[in-house]
């Protein structure tokens, strides 16, 4: 069993049957042996010059989505949530910044135009050396993600984004003036989806994998 493998079948084993995360101790620990090689990634390989970042799809199922973000230098991934998931980030090279919040409200329905308190639950320089970062429903459930250099990182999320289901993703602007610090309270506003920011698909070019059921 390959190292993608790995991570599909300890995610499975992670969920109950109707999609209930039982830990994230397995995965955390299947997704610190993954590295670029296993995805198929090349150093030099940015998406196109006029994407924000490039989305490359491991695995698919109802209960559980794992991708993976490339970002050129100098692009980001803007303020977004996550209503009521759970996932893990790992960054496989580069380095990102990542400006975390958590935000009382992130999992009911939100409106452009609406103001959030939300408070700061980090403000981090991340890279592949770096432990896998945790999202919960009720920890830095809401975050934007800055690529100091040429980088990518997977993202496991569970339950992954369902409209039908509530799920939806929603961005945000910190519009508070003050330096951004942990613990801070702040003020954002919920905007539309950024015009400039759309993701390139990219083909998974890893070793062989099987999905999720």
């Known amino acids: 069993m390959n190292t993608v493998q790995r991570l599909l079948s300890q995610t499975a084993r992670s969920l109950s049957s109707s999609g209930e995360l039982l830990s994230l101790d397995g995965i955390r620990s299947a997704v610190r042996c993954l590295t670029p090689k296993d995805i198929g990634l090349r150093l030099a390989q940015p998406p196109s010059a006029g994407a924000s970042c490039g989305y490359i799809d491991v695995?698919?199922?109802p209960h559980c989505t794992i991708c993976v973000f490339v970002l050129r230098k100098g692009a980001k991934l803007p303020l977004h949530n996550h209503p009521g998931m759970t996932g893990i980030l790992k960054v496989l090279y580069g380095e990102v910044l990542m400006n975390s919040y958590v935000?009382?409200?992130?999992?009911?329905?939100?409106?452009?135009?609406?103001?959030?308190?939300?408070?700061v639950d980090s403000v981090a320089s991340v890279d592949a050396e770096s432990e896998p970062c945790t999202i919960t429903p009720s920890t830095a459930n809401v975050h934007e993600i800055h690529a100091m250099e040429n980088s990518a990182f997977l993202d496991v999320l569970t339950p992954p984004y369902n409209t039908k289901a509530g799920r939806n993703c929603a961005y945000f602007r910190d519009i508070s003036s003050n330096e951004l610090r942990a613990g801070e309270s702040r003020t954002l506003l919920v905007v539309p989806e950024p015009n400039d920011f759309w993701t390139e698909p990219m083909r998974y070019e890893g070793v062989p994998r099987s999905e999720i059921n």
Request: proline share 15%; net charge negative.
């Open 59 to 61: 695995a698919d199922g």
């Open 103 to 119: 935000v009382p409200t992130a999992n009911t329905p939100l409106i452009p135009g609406q103001h959030i308190a939300a408070t």
